[in-house]
């Protein structure tokens, strides 16, 4: 079967850390990608990883473990703009999603 | 056009009405997929097109959906006999080539279908 967890909501502060953890057990893996979505709007894509490792672009990072099955999104110098739900998918040749973190970043 | 359109962006129908939502993805994007976003929840796998085959479908929920890409570019995702169930976002997302692993999926703001 498939199965994605990760945590159903977060909260930080402005100007802060935080990091967003994701498991996978899926039959199947091409990759892992992690989209942000705000409400009543598309998900727009943030990164894709398929080589295990850190992937760093401006304040978002993402990291990939295959052997564990785990990757996490880092958001540093957190501003209020980045309240949304922070999806994770999981590459099968079709995505398959998480049920999303839905972070609230406070002032 | 730039993005992928969907439309209409808000249906509201009836319990057992029939409803037609239409996407219209990145021109010259080969893979076209459908999924269904239910409130607070992360979007669920319906369809997938390449071109106008339909490769996968196992995530329709019933036989009352049913999605079409005739021509490999503009798709139809049709509900029958609509339920109040069936009321969520549907997203629709397109990709260059076949295989995501290719490119990232570009999406469309989604159909928000409510069944009374």
């Known amino acids: 079967g498939q199965n994605i967890d990760q945590p159903t909501e977060m909260t930080a502060t402005e100007g802060a850390i935080v990091q967003i953890n994701c498991t996978y057990q899926?039959?199947?893996?091409?990759?892992l990608f992690w989209y942000q979505q705000h409400a009543g709007e598309a998900p727009t894509f943030l990164s894709y990883n398929v080589l295990d490792g850190l992937e760093e672009k401006g304040r978002f990072s993402s990291f990939l473990s295959r052997s564990k099955g785990y990757s996490y999104l880092l958001l540093k110098e957190l501003q209020m703009k980045d309240s949304a739900s922070y999806l994770c998918?999981?590459?099968?040749?079709?995505?398959?999603f998480g049920t999303g973190t839905r972070l609230q970043v406070f002032p | 056009g730039a993005g992928v359109s969907q439309s209409p962006r808000y249906k509201v129908a009836k319990r057992g009405q029939d409803v037609a939502l239409r996407c219209d993805p990145i021109?010259?994007?080969?893979?076209l997929f459908w999924y269904q976003q239910a409130l607070g929840q992360g979007p669920e796998f319906l369809t997938y097109f390449q071109n106008e085959a339909q490769l996968d479908k196992s995530g329709l929920p019933s036989d009352r959906f049913f999605a079409e890409r005739p021509e490999g570019s503009v798709s139809t995702l049709k509900i029958q006999r609509t339920q109040q169930e069936d009321s969520a976002v549907y997203l629709c997302a397109s990709l260059k080539l076949a295989g995501a692993e290719t490119g990232e999926l570009f999406f469309g703001e989604g159909s928000r279908l409510t069944v009374l």
């Open positions: 899926t039959s199947g893996f091409n990759g």
């Open positions: 998918a999981v590459d099968t040749d079709k995505l398959i």
């Open positions: 021109s010259g994007h080969v893979s």
